[in-house]
């Protein structure tokens, strides 16, 4: 059974770069035709795919976050991570990261998921 867990500070202060990993165990990020997403869901409204790290390495991030997003990883931890610049109220949100395999990719859907983080942005 994969498992999958965040971790990252709770309060971010405006214009600061959230930073948020997630741990990944009962299977290897780079298993291949694996896609290792995060979505985030602001209270109140709907959620958003913010972007994904390929098995391969490969990155995808969405249009509305991409100037601001990037995803990294570290095999050797088995872990991706979430880095959001200049962030401001309106990045606070549930982060969770999830896995999806190459149909869930087309189809928005992944089959596994990570509890959730709740991030504040506030001074």
């Known amino acids: 059974q994969v498992q999958l867990q965040e971790s990252g500070p709770g309060l971010v202060k405006p214009s600061q770069t959230l930073s948020l990993t997630c741990t990944v165990s009962g299977g290897s990020i780079t298993t291949y035709n694996y896609y290792w997403s995060w979505f985030r869901q602001p209270p109140g409204k709907g959620l958003e795919w913010i972007g994904y790290i390929a098995w391969s390495g490969i990155t995808y991030y969405f249009p509305s976050l991409k100037s601001r997003t990037s995803i990294s990883r570290d095999t050797s931890k088995n872990q991706f991570t979430l880095q959001l610049s200049s962030v401001t109220p309106e990045d606070t949100a549930v982060y969770f990261c999830?896995?999806?395999?190459?149909?869930?990719?087309?189809?928005?859907?992944?089959?596994?998921r990570g509890q959730g983080t709740e991030v504040t942005v506030s001074s």
């Open positions: 999830a896995r999806m395999d190459a149909p869930g990719l087309l189809k928005s859907m992944y089959d596994y």
